[in-house]
């Protein structure tokens, strides 16, 4: 039995910093979806409504349950959503119960890395990885990872918050991700985008120093996981173009060149991974499913 391949619908979140991700997923893709903008300062409850209001949307008597991915610490068999920085009211969310008790179907959750790394690996190039790493550049530095062919959590599902490193004078995430733009040079990576695409100079520059600082990021990866693959993904990584020359040359710094012969990093090609994520996640927690190992056979 391959995943995808089941009549079943599951209904796929990814909750962002900026934007809400929702989709049905349906035989192997998703067939419906729609964005709503976070409210990431609005009080808790309003935000938990306007999730609520955004699932109704789609619901429908045929979908099996939900599977979410959300940027932050999650108690994955409670279904708690702990401290998540770019939504400050969010300090401790029963999200599962939440939504069990409203739409009385079963939920699952995870970081949202961790469903980027799954769509990757149930879809795209990552499926023929043992061990692979998925990095989300957005409004934060998130990091995904799946070891002998199961995704590993860890802890509160926070496993790889390499995002929280101490780099120069803060941290990973401050230089590798939409607010290396805003913080150091007062500019949305859009606007940095759409000038690097018209040759803007400034522009280039400023994307030759993300690339030096992910490349540096990568390297702390290979240290800890050495992975066969990293695959990126998250809006920044529309940048890659841009960044890819200086992200490679700071990894081709890494000591162990054997390693590196055989390590592959690339762009995602597949189209909202983070929601096929989210669906895989699903078919992989809920009791009747077989699980990751079993359904890459």
Same mark, same amino acid.
């Given at each position: 039995?391959?995943?995808?391949?089941?009549?079943?619908?599951?209904?796929?979140?990814?909750?962002?910093?900026t934007?809400?991700?929702?989709?049905?997923?349906?035989?192997?893709?998703?067939?419906?979806?729609?964005?709503?903008?976070?409210?990431?300062?609005?009080?808790?409850?309003?935000?938990?409504?306007?999730?609520?209001?955004?699932?109704e949307?789609?619901?429908?008597?045929?979908?099996?349950?939900?599977?979410?991915?959300?940027?932050?610490?999650?108690?994955?068999?409670?279904?708690?959503?702990?401290?998540?920085?770019?939504?400050?009211?969010?300090?401790?969310?029963?999200?599962?119960?939440?939504?069990?008790?409203?739409?009385?179907?079963?939920?699952?959750?995870?970081?949202?890395?961790?469903?980027?790394?799954?769509?990757?690996?149930?879809?795209?190039?990552?499926?023929?990885?043992?061990?692979?790493?998925?990095i989300?550049?957005?409004?934060?530095?998130?990091?995904?990872i799946?070891?002998?062919?199961?995704?590993?959590?860890?802890?509160?599902?926070s496993?790889?918050?390499?995002?929280?490193?101490?780099?120069?004078?803060?941290?990973?995430?401050?230089?590798?991700?939409?607010?290396?733009?805003l913080?150091?040079?007062?500019?949305?990576?859009a606007?940095?985008?759409s000038?690097?695409?018209?040759?803007?100079?400034?522009? &280039?520059?400023? +994307?030759?120093?993300?690339?030096?600082?992910?490349?540096e #990021?990568?390297? /702390?990866?290979?240290? $800890? !996981?050495?992975?066969?693959a990293?695959?990126?993904?998250?809006?920044?990584?529309?940048?890659?173009?841009?960044?890819?020359?200086?992200?490679?040359?700071?990894?081709?710094?890494?000591?162990?060149?054997?390693? &590196?012969?055989? +390590?592959?990093?690339?762009c995602?090609?597949?189209?909202? #991974?983070?929601? /096929?994520?989210?669906? $895989? !996640?699903?078919?992989?927690?809920?009791?009747?499913?077989?699980?990751?190992?079993?359904?890459?056979?």
């Open positions: 039995m391959k995943f995808g391949m089941h009549t079943q619908k599951v209904l796929a979140v990814d909750i962002g910093g934007k809400i991700h929702m989709g049905v997923f349906h035989q192997g893709r998703i067939v419906e979806e729609m964005k709503l903008a976070t409210a990431a300062h609005a009080p808790r409850k309003k935000i938990i409504n306007s999730i609520i209001m955004g699932i949307q789609l619901m429908e008597p045929e979908i099996a349950g939900i599977g979410i991915g959300i940027p932050g610490l999650v108690d994955e068999e409670q279904g708690i959503v702990y401290d998540i920085t770019n939504i400050p009211s969010w300090k401790e969310v029963p999200l599962k119960k939440i939504l069990e008790d409203y739409f009385k179907k079963p939920v699952y959750l995870t970081n949202d890395a961790n469903t980027f790394i799954l769509g990757e690996k149930m879809f795209g190039r990552a499926k023929g990885c043992k061990n692979v790493v998925g989300t550049l957005g409004t934060g530095f998130g990091v995904g799946i070891i002998d062919e199961a995704l590993y959590s860890g802890t509160l599902s496993a790889g918050e390499f995002g929280s490193i101490q780099y120069l004078d803060q941290t990973i995430e401050a230089y590798c991700s939409g607010k290396f733009f913080d150091k040079f007062g500019i949305s990576g606007e940095v985008h000038m690097a695409q018209q040759g803007d100079r400034h522009a &280039l520059e400023i +994307l030759k120093q993300l690339g030096h600082h992910i490349g #990021a990568i390297k /702390l990866i290979l240290y $800890a !996981l050495s992975p066969e990293v695959f990126l993904g998250g809006s920044v990584s529309a940048c890659y173009p841009y960044f890819k020359e200086a992200m490679e040359e700071s990894v081709q710094t890494f000591p162990f060149k054997r390693v &590196l012969d055989r +390590l592959v990093i690339a995602s090609k597949v189209d909202n #991974a983070a929601l /096929l994520g989210a669906a $895989a !996640l699903f078919e992989i927690k809920h009791k009747n499913i077989i699980p990751l190992q079993e359904i890459l056979k």
